[in-house]
């Protein structure tokens, strides 16, 4: 049950963009059209931005996206604002081992 | 509302166990899958266990399958994990969360802190 593999950081400046990369095999990412986006500022619970890959829960600014290519899923942050630095987690569905998370990224707003 | 408020965390020794709770309100449970995800100090989310809305299937990660239980009291509206067998490394913030798409945790309580120390 590997987990997948995300970079451990990422920045940009107020008003860019910046995207977030997941990678994981046929077997979960490559597999289904499952995968979740979660946000989680220091000492909160995460909070889920995208799922099932392009998905956004209601409230979400439409400023966060997802897209998936093969193995590799991407979150996509548009027009950065303070509020947005965090830690990010990718999830996807995995059949039979049902979740597997990535193991997050610290975005920083510069 | 969509509430989740968890219970049951603390400190217990190695070896030792501990039954958490999930008390969910505002969606019917008897609907959902539910499941729990940890979170280690300073680590990233690791998803433990889920279970179907009429506990009919349970699914648990590698490392704790025999030593914890998922169980539900949809007529209580209610979640559970009872962990058994603690080891250190099980030390973290367990969240119940419902899962509105496969391997997808839309709602999350605010966590328990299990600590496992002598």
């Known amino acids: 049950q590997s987990a997948l593999t995300q970079p451990p950081s990422a920045s940009g400046s107020p008003g860019q963009s910046v995207t977030i990369s997941c990678t994981g095999t046929?077997?979960?990412?490559?597999?289904?059209?499952?995968v979740s986006w979660y946000q989680q500022h220091p000492g909160k619970a995460p909070k889920l931005m995208i799922y099932?890959?392009?998905t956004r829960p209601s409230g979400v600014p439409d400023r966060f996206s997802g897209s998936k290519s093969g193995n590799t899923a991407s979150l996509t942050v548009s027009g950065l604002q303070a509020e947005d630095e965090a830690d990010y987690y990718c999830?996807?569905?995995?059949?039979?081992?049902?979740?597997?998370f990535g193991g997050g990224t610290k975005l920083t707003v510069l | 509302e969509v509430q989740l408020v968890e219970s049951g965390g603390g400190l217990v020794q190695p070896g030792g166990s501990l039954r958490l709770s999930c008390a969910a309100s505002?969606?019917?449970?008897?609907?959902?899958?539910m499941s729990w995800v940890r979170q280690a100090p300073g680590k990233g989310l690791e998803w433990v266990a889920n279970i179907k809305y009429d506990g009919t299937e349970k699914y648990y990660v590698d490392s704790v399958k025999g030593r914890f239980t998922i169980s539900r009291d949809n007529a209580k509206n209610s979640l559970f994990l009872q962990l058994s067998s603690l080891r250190a490394e099980d030390t973290a913030v367990y969240y119940c969360?419902?899962?509105?798409?496969?391997?997808?945790?839309?709602?999350w309580g605010q966590g328990t802190l299990v600590t496992v120390s002598s």
């Open positions: 099932d890959v392009t």
């Open positions: 505002g969606f019917t449970l008897s609907s959902n899958w």
């Open positions: 999830g996807s569905f995995a059949g039979s081992n049902p979740v597997r």
């Open positions: 969360t419902r899962d509105i798409s496969p391997g997808t945790m839309g709602y």
């Open positions: 046929s077997s979960d990412v490559g597999g289904y059209d499952y």
